[in-house]
C-alpha cells in the first residue's frame, strides 16, 4: 500500500488554514456529551480532512474524533485506517495560546506506522514514518531530520507534561525521577517536544484518547523514541474501548 506522507502533510496545512481562520475571528464554543469543549474549528478541520483522504485514499476508512461513533463489531473488521484528530488541544485554542495541532496518523494492524502534526500558529509541521525517519519543517524552511536524545538520569530528566491536564498519579510518579527542567505545553506537542530531543521523558498518567496518541507516537518511534504503557509494550489501537491506558514517552529506562 502506498501511502505518500506528503500528501498527509498538505491535508493538515489544509485544515490548519481553515482552523487559522476562525482562530483569528470569532468563534463560538460548543460543549460535547462529556462536557469537552467543541468549536467551529474541530467540525471545519475535520470536514476538510476527511474529504481530503477520501479523494486521495477512497478505500482506507476514517477514524475521527468529531466522527467517532463507527461501531466496534464494524470497525475490528479494519486492518488499515486513518486515525484522525482535527483539532487536538480545544482547550488550548480557547485559551488562544497557540498550543494546538492537527494530528493524522495512519494505523495498521493495530499499530500506528506513519504520523503528520501540524500546529497552525507557527506554520510548523512534524511527521514521521515506520521506514522513512522524523522531520519537522517550518514554514518553507528546508525540512530537517530530527532525533530522540539520550537521557542521563544522572544529571536528571527534562520532562514534558500536559499544560491542561495535570494528575496526582503524575505527581506521585515525578517524586521517583531526579528532574532537571519541567516543561508544560498542550496538545500532541508534548510528543513532538520528545521527538526532536528537547526533552527526555513525557510520562502520561491520565486519560487520553486513541486520536489524541497516533500521530504523535509514530513520529516519536520514527524519531527512536517509545511510547510503551506501564507494562513495556506499546499502544496498540483500534481497541473496543478507544480511551488509552496510562503510557510513558521515550522511557529507555526502568518505569518505576
Known amino acids: 500500500m502506498n501511502i505518500n506522507v506528503e500528501v ?40 476538510i480532512i476527511v474529504s481530503e483522504l477520501k479523494k486521495y485514499y477512497p478505500q482506507i476508512p476514517v477514524l475521527s474524533e468529531e466522527g467517532k461513533n463507527i461501531p466496534y463489531n464494524i470497525r475490528k473488521e479494519w486492518n488499515c485506517f486513518f486515525l484522525v484528530d482535527p483539532l487536538d488541544g480545544t482547550k488550548e485554542f480557547i485559551k488562544r495560546n ?29 511527521w514521521g514514518t ?22 542521563d538520569p544522572e544529571k536528571g530528566l527534562t520532562v514534558v507534561m500536559s499544560r491542561s491536564h495535570p494528575s496526582p ?12 527542567e519541567a516543561i508544560s505545553v498542550g496538545s500532541s506537542l508534548k510528543f513532538c517536544v520528545v521527538a526532536e530531543g528537547k526533552a527526555d521523558l513525557y510520562p502520561r498518567l491520565g486519560p487520553t484518547m486513541e486520536w489524541d496518541t497516533g500521530a504523535g ?3 516519536v518511534c ?9 507494562d513495556g509494550y506499546p499502544l496498540e489501537y483500534n481497541k473496543e474501548n478507544l480511551l488509552n491506558p496510562d503510557f510513558i514517552v521515550n522511557c529507555n529506562m526502568p518505569l518505576f
Open 8 to 47: 498527509l502533510c498538505n491535508i493538515a496545512k489544509q485544515a490548519g488554514n481553515v482552523i487559522m481562520e476562525i482562530y483569528n475571528g470569532e468563534h463560538v464554543i460548543e460543549f460535547k456529551e462529556d462536557k469537552s469543549p467543541l468549536t467551529a474549528a474541530d467540525k471545519a478541520s475535520h470536514k
Open 98 to 126: 497557540g498550543e494546538f495541532t492537527v494530528n493524522i496518523a495512519l494505523i495498521i494492524d493495530r499499530a500506528t506506522v506513519m504520523g503528520v502534526v501540524y500546529i497552525p500558529v507557527r506554520d510548523k509541521i512534524y
Open 130 to 151: 515506520q521506514d522513512g525517519g522524523a522531520f519537522m519543517q517550518e514554514g518553507t524552511i528546508e525540512p530537517k531530520s530530527i532525533c530522540i536524545r539520550q537521557p
Open 169 to 180: 498519579e503524575l505527581d506521585e510518579y515525578l517524586q521517583t525521577i531526579k528532574i532537571a
Open 217 to 219: 507516537q509514530a513520529i
Open 222 to 230: 520514527a524519531a527512536g523514541g517509545k511510547v510503551v504503557k506501564l
